[in-house]
């Protein structure tokens, strides 16, 4: 079995999860939710909404990828980013 980012989900109420770092910090949040297209999963980073998904698997690997995007350098080599 391989590493999946659901795995660092932990649901705390029913519909209701919350990504946890290696020190049991809170990076990431999903909510199920009701919507006219059909039930979603509300994923955000931080506090704040980066998208949907139509699966937990799907919004939790966004959540994880804006996750190791932050950590990164930001911009190209010898630029003003």
């Known amino acids: ?43 955000e980073y931080r506090g704040q909404l980066i998208g949907w998904g139509t699966t937990l698997a799907g919004a939790c690997s966004r959540i994880h990828q804006t996750y190791l995007d932050a950590m990164g350098p930001k911009g190209w080599p010898n630029s003003s980013n």
């Open 1 to 43: 079995m391989t590493w999946h980012p659901i795995l660092s989900a932990v649901e705390r109420e029913p519909a209701h999860w919350v990504m946890i770092d290696s020190l049991e910090h809170v990076y990431g949040d999903v909510q199920l939710r009701r919507t006219p297209d059909g039930p979603r999963y509300r994923a």
